[in-house]
């Protein structure tokens, strides 16, 4: 009896103790499990998969448990009733790791799963495309990209960013595309520079290239200075019509900030110069079209004051009178109509001294070429014979 209770004991302290080994999380999990958090500080969006799933897989790398997520370590039969114990303890807490780090606009895409391989399958196979399509943008951004008013450090800065994150999608961009971008970017105070680049048989790694842009912009930035400080270019500046280069910024839009906001107004003695003079008594600051004296006399010159104010005079002669039309012309002299007939309509002429004469007779009359007499004779086909009409003298 004392035997049995003895073996009996034995193999509940071996259950137990084998269950207690069972239990036991492994160091290098329990440190993953205890730090993803500050390992891995930016919980996954749409926009940062990639550079999520480097990260996640390079921490459950380092500390042996990569199998899990892809799969390589699969699920023991559950007959192995200590080995399926075991996996299943590392993969659920390697599960909870995962959700840990996941936001919550895509946690319920994978809050059903039960192994760490599903939901990163599902994440990779739902994210993947959405990832594509961000690596094309980036690219597009970058074939676009242009120095517009920034320094070359900030104008490099924003290509490597774009470079980086491509690389974190990914893909992957040859280093001759990225000093192509570079270069097409440029102003053109560097076509002189970019041509360099491109006539040089010997390639050039984006380290020199980076130092060469740095190196020309100081020149550049040299050389404008010493060109703004000759006399020369300061006169010619001076000289600049400054209220037209305003207007035209302007016109470019109500937000728009031109690129050089710092412009130095001209001198007074230039803005003066442009203001007009008024002929007629030498007031400067307006024009004769808002003179309120253009017609007072007592400004005028004074010889001839009366040249200023001539009046048309009107006076009776036989000439022909032709309107504007080619039709049809005016006379008051009836012997210039051939066989004139009463006029039946009620029609009258307006002259331009406010007279409405009415017309008397219509008749066909022959207009005289130029330094010709007036030919009174009947000619039905010649072309001048045009339609006439009288009116009273």
């Given at each position: 009896?004392?035997?049995?209770?003895?073996?009996?004991?034995?193999?509940?302290?071996?259950?137990?103790?084998?269950?207690?080994?069972?239990?036991?999380?492994?160091?290098?999990?329990?440190?993953?499990?205890?730090?993803?958090?500050n390992?891995?500080?930016?919980?996954?969006?749409?926009?940062?998969?990639?550079?999520?799933?480097?990260?996640?897989?390079?921490?459950?790398?380092?500390?042996?448990f990569?199998?899990?997520?892809?799969?390589?370590?699969?699920?023991?039969?559950?007959?192995?009733?200590?080995?399926?114990?075991?996996?299943?303890?590392v993969?659920?807490?390697?599960?909870?790791?995962?959700?840990?780090?996941?936001?919550?606009?895509?946690?319920?895409?994978?809050?059903?799963?039960?192994?760490?391989?599903?939901?990163?399958?599902?994440?990779?196979?739902?994210?993947?495309?959405?990832?594509?399509?961000?690596?094309?943008?980036?690219?597009?951004?970058?074939?676009?990209?242009?120095?517009?008013?920034?320094?070359?450090?900030?104008?490099?800065?924003?290509?490597?960013?774009?470079?980086?994150?491509?690389?974190?999608?990914?893909?992957?961009?040859?280093?001759?595309?990225?000093?192509?971008?570079?270069?097409?970017?440029?102003?053109?105070?560097?076509?002189?520079?970019t041509?360099?680049?491109?006539?040089?048989?010997?390639?050039?790694?984006?380290?020199?290239?980076y130092?060469?842009?740095?190196?020309?912009?100081?020149?550049?930035q040299?050389?404008?200075?010493?060109e703004?400080?000759?006399?020369?270019?300061?006169?010619?500046?001076?000289?600049?019509?400054?209220?037209?280069?305003?207007?035209?910024?302007?016109?470019?839009?109500?937000?728009?900030?031109?690129?050089?906001?710092?412009?130095?107004?001209?001198?007074?003695?230039?803005?003066?110069?442009?203001?007009?003079?008024?002929?007629?008594?030498?007031?400067?600051?307006?024009?004769?079209?808002?003179?309120?004296?253009?017609?007072?006399?007592?400004?005028?010159?004074?010889?001839?004051?009366?040249?200023?104010?001539?009046?048309?005079?009107?006076?009776?002669?036989?000439?022909?009178?032709?309107?504007?039309?080619v039709?049809?012309?005016?006379?008051?002299?009836?012997?210039?109509?051939?066989?004139?007939?009463?006029?039946?309509?009620?029609?009258?002429?307006?002259?331009?001294?406010?007279?409405?004469?009415?017309?008397?007779?219509?008749?066909?009359?022959?207009?005289?070429?130029?330094?010709?007499?007036?030919?009174?004779?009947?000619?039905?086909?010649?072309?001048?014979?045009?339609?006439?009409?009288?009116?009273?003298?």
């Amino acid at each position: 009896m004392t035997e049995l209770g003895s073996t009996t004991s034995q193999r509940t302290n071996a259950s137990t103790s084998d269950v207690a080994t069972e239990l036991t999380i492994p160091p290098s999990l329990k440190f993953l499990v205890s730090n993803i958090k500050n390992l891995v500080p930016t919980q996954l969006i749409l926009e940062n998969y990639a550079i999520w799933r480097l990260q996640l897989f390079q921490h459950f790398s380092a500390n042996g448990f990569e199998d899990h997520l892809t799969g390589t370590d699969s699920r023991p039969p559950s007959s192995a009733v200590s080995e399926f114990k075991t996996w299943t303890l590392v993969d659920q807490n390697l599960v909870s790791a995962l959700l840990s780090t996941i936001s919550p606009s895509i946690l319920p895409y994978v809050i059903s799963l039960g192994t760490a391989h599903d939901v990163w399958l599902t994440l990779e196979r739902r994210l993947q495309p959405t990832n594509r399509s961000r690596v094309i943008q980036l690219k597009n951004e970058l074939h676009q990209i242009q120095m517009c008013d920034h320094t070359m450090r900030q104008y490099l800065d924003q290509i490597k960013i774009l470079v980086d994150n491509i690389t974190a999608a990914g893909s992957t961009i040859d280093t001759e595309d990225i000093i192509l971008y570079i270069l097409n970017g440029l102003p053109a105070a560097y076509n002189a520079f970019t041509t360099a680049i491109r006539a040089s048989l010997q390639p050039i790694s984006l380290d020199d290239l980076y130092s060469l842009l740095c190196s020309e912009e100081i020149n550049l930035q040299h050389r404008q200075l010493k060109e703004t400080s000759n006399p020369e270019v300061l006169a010619m500046l001076s000289n600049r019509n400054y209220s037209g280069q305003w207007k035209s910024n302007k016109q470019r839009g109500k937000n728009h900030i031109p690129c050089n906001q710092q412009q130095a107004e001209p001198p007074s003695a230039a803005k003066t110069s442009m203001r007009p003079s008024y002929q007629i008594y030498g007031k400067t600051g307006h024009t004769t079209l808002n003179c309120w004296h253009c017609c007072n006399l007592n400004y005028a010159p004074p010889s001839n004051p009366k040249a200023l104010t001539v009046q048309q005079q009107f006076s009776s002669m036989n000439d022909w009178i032709v309107d504007s039309g080619v039709s049809s012309h005016l006379t008051e002299d009836i012997s210039n109509l051939q066989q004139p007939l009463p006029y039946p309509g009620s029609d009258t002429v307006s002259l331009v001294n406010g007279l409405n004469l009415p017309i008397q007779n219509s008749g066909q009359g022959i207009l005289p070429l130029p330094e010709s007499n007036r030919s009174t004779s009947q000619s039905n086909t010649s072309p001048w014979s045009q339609t006439q009409w009288s009116i009273p003298p």
